[in-house]
């Protein structure tokens, strides 16, 4: 497709558990972004990747999270030990160029619920 | 850091009405804006962005905004809104000091259109 992909769209989960998130980006794109959305609130950035390397992980709330891009393409949100805080809409974004003139592409997000 | 303010969480208004949505920011720097747009069941998508030049930015579908740098405002404006503007407005920006694009967004704004 030609869109950003994120796979699964839903996911639950109980708390405790270990959770991956798939972001395929935009074909070409190099600058990788994820955000969080909680309930009634804006997303929220994590962390940003340029290549392969993670440039600003400044996002990230805590250590239970992590996120790789091993081969400058598909990006995998790892969250270990989820608790139900963790509850959200996991958005990724992609664009050509980390410029910010770039425009950001939105996949349609995964909802992750932790029970 | 910085930070977005959209005031109104939800605006219900009927078809033909003008629309008006606030958003400030809080940055000292510059910035860029941007406000995107999500219709239900759909990921978020740019409606327009604002960058240097003239204040007045016309988007998609209509919309305009307006950047007005002593009051730290970029508000959404659309002269007459139809039944397919019901969706959720988000407000965001980036800092020119970034090193990518990274987006800080606003609470969001649901806006229904009665028909």
């Known amino acids: 497709g030609a869109g950003v992909s994120q796979t699964p769209s839903n996911k639950v989960t109980e708390k405790g558990k270990y959770v991956e998130l798939r972001c395929d980006p935009i074909s070409g794109h190099t600058a990788l972004y994820w955000y969080r959305q909680s309930l009634g609130q804006g997303p929220e950035f994590l962390i940003y990747f340029q290549g392969t390397g993670a440039a600003d992980d400044s996002g990230l709330p805590n250590d239970r999270f992590f996120a790789v891009r091993p081969e400058g393409s598909v990006s995998t949100l790892k969250i270990q030990r989820t608790e139900r805080g963790d509850s959200a809409v996991y958005l990724c974004?992609?664009?050509?160029?980390?410029?910010?003139?770039?425009?950001?592409?939105f996949g349609q997000g995964t909802r992750l619920t932790v029970v | 850091a910085q930070s977005v303010s959209q005031h109104n969480h939800h605006v219900i208004l009927s078809e033909a009405a003008s629309l008006e949505l606030g958003c400030n920011y809080s940055y000292g720097g510059t910035v860029n804006l941007f406000w995107y747009v999500q219709y239900p069941g759909q990921h978020l998508q740019l409606l327009l962005k604002y960058f240097s030049g003239d204040p007045l930015v016309k988007g998609i579908k209509g919309f305009e905004a307006e950047f007005i740098k002593s009051k730290f405002s970029f508000n959404l404006r659309k002269p007459s809104v139809q039944w397919s503007d019901t969706a959720e407005y988000f407000c965001?920006?980036?800092?020119?000091?970034?090193?990518?694009?990274?987006?800080?967004f606003g609470g969001g704004t649901r806006l229904m259109v009665k028909p």
């Open positions: 965001a920006v980036n800092s020119r000091e970034n090193a990518g694009n990274m987006l800080t």
């Open positions: 974004a992609s664009s050509l160029t980390r410029a910010r003139e770039t425009e950001a592409f």
